[in-house]
């Protein structure tokens, strides 16, 4: 709680807000765990416009935040309105269901906000209705697993709403308490999963289409590719699979070795460090560096850079 601690005394406001809670309010404490994701994975998406609205609800929801004295902005920083879960409204005019203001953050560590939402306005009686807004406090940890979240959010009113549809009724604390999970922590969980599948499918390609080449079955290595890669060499570039397969096939005639030693992946992004030993005409030894873009599960896009001195003679020394 040290990080809490240091945020209470950091914005007077929030201390304020914590130090007088209304008896007709509740304050929701939720701690959340993330397998395989890094407290500062979770604190960066969470300010990122793009990410927010992409791990929110279904992903399809603008999440935008807003800098008042230049407007919707990337990325979200402290004085910065966050608008979320947006919603067409009757009007066909798009209307976000999360309003809140970000007032204090601690990189990697810590977000602060003052927070409401659109079940504010839903009392059964409408007089209990107020303008007050909740204080929500996000702190992100590392733990065994990978990263967790706690949240505390206080003067959340427990007045009686209900929500048209589907429809709930009950005290809005509750409602709010239960809605974080819906709205944000299971599709974070979501989203986050899917990075990390799409990461190990990214490496999975290309370590086997490099293991086929280095087998020499350019039929499996074929598969690995979209017909329409685009592949760009030193000196030639390719604009099918068809055609750099034909040329890769000659090249590994001539290779006494192909040693991958290293492939780092981001997203749908490999990249592959690996040492390359050739005979005459091209006899070297030289490494190489290929940057790929991986697309349903193949190579669509490639590019290499290495020391082709020994390779001239084979291409007239051109780059096409």
Same mark, same amino acid.
């Given at each position: 709680?040290?990080?809490?601690?240091?945020?209470?005394?950091?914005?007077?406001?929030? $201390?304020?807000?914590?130090?007088? =809670?209304?008896?007709?309010?509740?304050?929701?404490?939720?701690?959340?765990?993330?397998?395989?994701?890094?407290?500062?994975?979770?604190?960066?998406?969470?300010?990122?416009?793009?990410?927010?609205?992409?791990?929110?609800?279904?992903?399809?929801?603008?999440?935008?935040?807003?800098?008042?004295?230049?407007?919707?902005?990337?990325?979200?920083?402290?004085?910065?309105?966050?608008?979320?879960?947006?919603?067409?409204?009757?009007?066909?005019?798009?209307?976000? $269901?999360?309003?809140?203001?970000?007032?204090?953050?601690?990189?990697?560590?810590?977000?602060?906000?003052?927070?409401?939402?659109?079940?504010?306005?839903?009392?059964?009686?409408?007089?209990?209705?107020?303008?007050?807004?909740?204080? =929500?406090?996000?702190?992100?940890?590392?733990?065994?697993?990978?990263?967790?979240?706690?949240?505390?959010?206080?003067?959340?009113?427990?007045?009686?709403?209900?929500?048209?549809?589907?429809?709930?009724?009950?005290?809005?604390?509750?409602?709010?308490?239960?809605?974080?999970?819906?709205?944000?922590?299971?599709?974070?969980?979501?989203?986050?999963?899917?990075?990390?599948?799409?990461?190990?499918?990214?490496?999975?390609?290309?370590?086997?289409?490099?293991?086929?080449?280095?087998?020499?079955?350019?039929?499996?290595?074929?598969?690995?590719?979209?017909?329409?890669?685009?592949?760009?060499?030193?000196?030639?570039?390719?604009?099918?699979?068809?055609?750099?397969?034909?040329?890769?096939?000659?090249?590994?005639?001539?290779?006494?070795?192909?040693?991958?030693?290293?492939?780092?992946?981001?997203?749908?992004?490999?990249?592959?460090?690996?040492?390359?030993?050739?005979?005459?005409?091209?006899?070297?030894?030289?490494?190489?560096?290929?940057?790929?873009?991986?697309?349903?599960?193949?190579?669509?896009?490639?590019?290499?850079?290495?020391?082709?001195?020994?390779?001239?003679?084979?291409?007239?020394?051109?780059?096409?």
């Amino acid at each position: 709680m040290k990080i809490f601690e240091k945020a209470v005394r950091a914005v007077p406001v929030l $201390a304020m807000v914590l130090s007088v =809670v209304s008896s007709n309010a509740a304050t929701l404490n939720q701690t959340v765990q993330f397998m395989a994701v890094t407290p500062d994975a979770l604190y960066d998406a969470f300010l990122s416009s793009a990410d927010h609205a992409a791990m929110t609800m279904d992903g399809t929801h603008p999440s935008t935040f807003y800098r008042p004295s230049v407007g919707n902005v990337s990325r979200g920083q402290e004085g910065d309105d966050l608008r979320a879960v947006g919603l067409k409204g009757p009007d066909g005019k798009l209307q976000y $269901a999360v309003q809140a203001k970000i007032l204090k953050l601690v990189p990697g560590k810590l977000i602060v906000m003052s927070w409401k939402n659109w079940v504010w306005k839903l009392a059964v009686n409408p007089a209990d209705v107020t303008d007050f807004e909740s204080t =929500v406090v996000l702190t992100f940890r590392k733990n065994v697993a990978g990263a967790e979240v706690q949240l505390v959010q206080a003067n959340v009113p427990d007045y009686t709403v209900r929500i048209p549809d589907p429809e709930e009724t009950g005290p809005l604390s509750s409602l709010v308490n239960a809605h974080w999970s819906l709205v944000y922590w299971e599709p974070m969980k979501r989203y986050f999963q899917g990075k990390t599948q799409r990461r190990s499918n990214a490496r999975e390609t290309l370590e086997k289409f490099y293991a086929a080449v280095v087998k020499r079955d350019f039929a499996a290595a074929r598969r690995r590719l979209t017909d329409d890669l685009l592949f760009i060499g030193l000196f030639k570039t390719y604009r099918n699979a068809d055609d750099y397969v034909a040329d890769l096939t000659q090249l590994m005639q001539m290779t006494v070795r192909l040693d991958v030693k290293k492939i780092v992946v981001q997203g749908n992004d490999a990249v592959i460090f690996y040492e390359l030993e050739t005979k005459a005409p091209a006899a070297a030894t030289t490494l190489v560096a290929e940057w790929h873009q991986i697309k349903n599960g193949k190579i669509a896009r490639a590019q290499s850079a290495f020391d082709g001195r020994a390779f001239e003679a084979m291409f007239g020394g051109a780059k096409r």
